[in-house]
């Protein structure tokens, strides 16, 4: 069993910053690849940032330059570091993980979803 936890959505104003978090526990013998995805009111859910199992990372191009996607294999944690936020990036944010469990089992999880509003 595993279970993903996502931290770190909140307020903030235009220009800010946030860190938005997403641990996995349990049965992780390692993450293979995560991707943090986005849905704002009204619109699909859409993926911002990709980190794939071979590696390297990638955005969309309405992040690009702004987030990164990074992780810590030790705490089987993965980040989204958002900068220059704006009204656009509104959205409730979620971690999806592909994940190898101690089963050696490959299984996605998914976040419950962290709210990031941006506003003055």
């Known amino acids: 069993q595993v279970q993903l936890v996502e931290s770190g959505g909140g307020l903030v104003q235009p220009g800010g910053s946030l860190r938005l978090s997403c641990a996995a526990s349990g049965s992780v013998f390692r993450i293979n690849a995560a991707g943090w995805h986005r849905q704002a009111p009204g619109k699909q859910r859409e993926l911002v940032a990709h980190?794939?199992?071979?590696?390297?990372?990638h955005y969309a191009d309405s992040v690009q330059g702004r987030f990164t996607v990074s992780r810590d294999n030790a705490k089987n944690t993965v980040y989204l570091q958002m900068n220059s936020l704006t009204p656009d990036d509104m959205a409730i944010y979620y971690c999806n993980l592909e994940i190898l469990t101690t089963s050696l089992q490959i299984i996605d999880y998914w976040g419950q979803g962290t709210q990031v509003t941006v506003s003055s």
């Open positions: 980190m794939p199992s071979g590696g390297g990372t």
